[in-house]
């Protein structure tokens, strides 16, 4: 049970820190494109031939001049920016299947880090109770997970 919980808890912090990833996956797709594919510089347009057994357009010099690798390292990033999003997306629909108030508790305390005092405020619960509907979401949330054959196929990071 404490194993299953420990679970629900990593993928819930996947969830708090997947858009994290996804921006700086497409920051660094951004920086490869601007330095591999917007280095045309001054480009002759007078329409005179320019040397025979060299590429005819600058865009095709340019394509030509990108390593293969970083071609397979943009084209893998968008790929799992695509998979983190698919991922999220499952999580999401599994959270919202919860009833409320199990919801309110375990966003307000793994995803908006919030502590018990604020949440039981929030909630006007006392944070002991607060602290069983989270326990009893865990679980419920545990078993919808492990339901879910998108979910519980994805490796998550451990931390």
């Not at 057994?53 to 071609?71: D, F, H, K």
């Not at 039981?120 to 679980?139: F, H, K, T, V």
Request: charged share 30%.
């Amino acid at each position: 049970m404490k194993r299953e919980r420990e679970k629900v808890i990593t993928i819930l912090r996947f969830y708090r820190d997947v858009d994290k990833t996804i921006k700086l996956n497409e920051r660094v797709i951004k920086n490869l494109e601007d330095q591999y594919y917007t280095t045309l510089g001054a480009v002759n347009m007078d329409g005179m031939p320019h040397g025979k057994g060299t590429p005819s357009s600058p865009v095709e010099r340019v394509v030509l001049n990108v390593p293969a690798s970083v071609q397979q390292t943009i084209s893998s990033m968008n790929q799992e920016n695509r998979k983190l999003a698919e991922i999220k997306g499952h999580i999401l629909s599994e959270l919202n299947a919860l009833n409320y108030h199990q919801k309110a508790v375990l966003l307000a305390f793994y995803i908006d880090g919030l502590q018990w005092e604020q949440i039981s405020e929030r909630l006007n619960y006392s944070p002991r109770q607060c602290r069983n509907i989270r326990d009893d979401g865990l679980d419920a949330l545990g078993k919808r997970f492990s339901r879910n054959k998108a979910i519980s196929r994805y490796r998550f990071p451990e931390k």
